[in-house]
């Protein structure tokens, strides 16, 4: 006996699959089963992407997002292999506190072991900043540290010089002191020799020991053609037209601080040649001209000839 629901169902069942709508959607179906969900999740396992999301914080090192806060200009970014480097940070565990940590963090390392002896994060975030900074101050007097700062320093990155006569004269970061917590971050011109204040107020908490005393001047001592030529210009305060003298107490003061070299060395040999050639050789030719013929004693024939005749 034939039966209808039986066949019934058959029926449909061979609809469907000939349906080609109903086929899409069942392979619709079974790719949604493939795609991985939001967390990077994909058959069980976990993944990671190399591309960064909206924000891109995924592929942002700690050394990258320090140098980019703002107030951080000033810092070049520090290469790893110079930071992993033990030669290259004696001495600084014994001056950070959390030292261990600060340096994991700063190389983006994750610690194995569960440190219980750190209170808070913000602590080992701030011995990293200060760790960072005197690696900084080691890091930027190598040779590829300096040529970094000396990118930044053509295209002033760091600011220019504020004094009219050093006509524009790109400053450089400078510390006054090798020794942190003493002094903020100054600029120093290599026109007129001076230092400066940042002109703003984000770089006043810039600890001047994470540029150190050495770098500026080394700095211009390798790369001598980064030094301006422009001659040297003093202002001279006047009063209706007329000089103030040095002696009053508003005169100029201390001009010759200013001063290159070269200029010095012209002006005195000018004031040499303009006193007649100095005091003599040091090598005797001109003891008979200053002594007289028979020398200082009587070693001499004239002499004795002279004294022969005014007695015979």
Request: negative net charge; glycine residues 8%; aromatic residues 10%.
């Amino acid at each position: 006996m034939w039966n209808s629901s039986t066949s019934a169902v058959q029926v449909n069942a061979s609809t469907s699959t000939n349906d080609p709508s109903i086929q899409q959607e069942e392979e619709d179906e079974e790719e949604e089963e493939l795609i991985p969900e939001s967390g990077g999740q994909y058959q069980g396992e976990y993944y990671e992407t190399d591309t960064s999301n909206d924000t891109g914080t995924e592929s942002l090192t700690w050394i990258s997002w320090f140098c980019g806060l703002p107030g951080h200009e000033y810092f070049a970014e520090v290469a790893e292999d110079f930071i992993e480097d033990d030669f290259n940070l004696t001495g600084l565990n014994s001056m950070v506190p959390f030292y261990k940590e600060a340096l994991e963090m700063i190389l983006d390392v994750e610690s194995e072991e569960e440190t219980l002896k750190v209170p808070d994060v913000s602590i080992v975030e701030t011995s990293a900043e200060l760790l960072y900074g005197l690696i900084h101050q080691r890091y930027i007097i190598t040779r590829q540290g300096l040529q970094q700062m000396v990118d930044k320093y053509e295209s002033k990155h760091f600011g220019i010089c504020p004094r009219y006569y050093c006509q524009s004269c790109p400053v450089i970061p400078c510390g006054r002191s090798d020794m942190p917590g003493l002094e903020t971050v100054k600029l120093f011109c290599p026109s007129c020799l001076d230092l400066y204040t940042p002109p703003s107020s984000r770089f006043h908490n810039v600890d001047g020991a994470f540029f150190g005393t050495t770098f500026p001047h080394l700095l211009f001592q390798q790369y001598p053609d980064l030094l301006q030529n422009t001659p040297t210009e003093i202002y001279e305060p006047r009063i209706f037209g007329f000089k103030v003298s040095e002696k009053s107490r508003s005169g100029p003061r201390m001009q010759w601080l200013r001063l290159r070299p070269s200029v010095v060395e012209r002006e005195v040999e000018s004031h040499v040649q303009s006193e007649g050639g100095g005091e003599g050789n040091d090598d005797g030719e001109d003891d008979e001209s200053v002594l007289g013929p028979g020398g200082g004693e009587n070693n001499g024939a004239s002499g004795t000839t002279k004294d022969a005749k005014r007695f015979g």
